[in-house]
Every structure is written in C-alpha cells, then in structure tokens.
C-alpha cells in the first residue's frame, strides 16, 4: 500500500534526552513536512522540505532538526532545548509545491505522541 | 494565523446531509479552499478542495460562493464514522497548511 508511516506511535523522552521520530513515504512525493499538535488545537508547521538535501523552517523550529538525506525520508529530532515536547507530531507529504496555483494535496501520517517522563 | 473561521461545533442526524459552512472573506484570487478532517487521535484526512467552481468527489461535495468569500462542504449521508474535526483551509503558494480550531462534527443516531 502505498503512504506515510511514522513510528513509533507512542515514544516517552526523559529529561535532557533527544529523541528521534521516523517519517517514511513510498509515495514519490518530493515535499515533506512536520507537524506539531497540542490538544484542542491546529496543526503548527515545523519544518518542511521540498526535495532532497534542502529543508526549511516552519513557525516552531526552535528545539527541533531534521535531515532529508533520501527521498523517501525526513526524520525529525526533537532536541533537549525543547523545552515543551508532550504533543502530536505529524508528517505530511506532497508533491512539489511551486507555482503561484497551489493545488498540492498534503497527505499525513497516523502521528507520533511524545510525552516527557 | 489561518484566514478562515468555522463554528466551533455542529450536530448532525445519522443519514442526513451535513452542511458544514466556512468563512474566508480575505481569500485572493489564487489561493485554493481545503477541507480536511481528523478523527481523533488520528492524522488529517484529505477530503477535497476548490479554486472557483463546485466540486464533488466520492466523499463530499465542496460549494463555493460566486465570490469566494465563504464555501460549504456538504457530506450528503452523514454516518457515525463521519464524527471528527472539520478544517477548512486557504492555501496560497506557500507550503504550509494552516489549520485554525474547526468544527466539531458529531452525527447522531
């Protein structure tokens, strides 16, 4: 089946601790996107990358990294500088954005919840 | 901040159409309309989405008014599984989505 796969679905960090969360497509999507949602809220860009070995900042970057070293994947660290992780993270994929008409449909993972021990 | 505002909730019979409205009245001639939904716990669901004309597919039917300044998504026979949170979404070029709280959906038996 062809989608976006995000693991672990549950992931508890400890103090002072950098965690890793996996986002992995087999759609051919050239853009990759992260996502943070605190409870009884939108959605919050984090990073986001539109093709392999490039990414950008979203409105919440502080406290996160990111690598896109393949196509397929875009990894996302959630760092000891962040200082409030307990949320849901959600990766998303497209094709290529550009152009001025923006019709790229952004497809999402089932989500990782973090929470801090 | 998202351009767009919902109600904050609405309440709809199993079996009945579902007409969920959403307001954008600063949208710009380029920018597409998005809906989506999350059922809980769960990620964003594509539902559909619009630049100027009506538009159906198998799950929904997107209505936009002549001048673009509001739409509505109508799910024609709304089941319990319908039950989520509706976004409405304006997209410009850029790349990312910005979600504002939308509308709950609860269908009833």
């Known amino acids: 089946d062809g989608g976006i796969t995000q693991s672990p679905k549950y992931l508890f960090r400890k103090e002072g601790q950098n965690v890793t969360l996996s986002c992995e497509q087999n759609?051919?999507?050239?853009?990759m996107y992260w996502y943070r949602q605190d409870p009884g809220q939108g959605l919050r860009l984090i990073y986001y990358s539109q093709i392999v070995n490039d990414f950008q900042k979203g409105d919440i970057a502080e406290g996160y990294s990111v690598s896109r070293e393949k196509k397929e994947s875009f990894p996302l660290t959630v760092t000891s500088a962040q200082k409030n992780p307990t949320a849901f993270y959600l990766c998303a994929s497209s094709d290529r954005t550009g152009g001025v008409v923006a019709k790229n449909i952004q497809y999402f993972g089932a989500g990782t919840r973090l929470s801090v021990l | 901040d998202a351009k767009t505002t919902q109600p904050p909730s609405m309440d709809c019979a199993e079996g009945r159409a579902a007409n969920l409205p959403c307001n954008h009245s600063t949208i710009s001639g380029n920018e597409y309309v998005y809906w989506y939904r999350q059922i809980h716990s769960q990620g964003p669901q594509y539902i559909i989405h619009g630049l100027k004309n009506n538009e159906t597919n198998e799950m929904a039917s997107l209505i936009i008014t002549e001048d673009r300044k509001s739409s509505t998504l109508i799910l024609p026979h709304a089941t319990l599984r319908d039950t989520a949170v509706y976004y409405c979404?304006?997209?410009?070029?850029?790349?990312?989505?910005?979600f504002g709280a939308g509308t709950i959906l609860r269908v009833k038996s």
């Open positions: 979404i304006v997209r410009d070029g850029g790349n990312k989505l910005v």
């Open positions: 759609l051919n999507h050239d853009a």
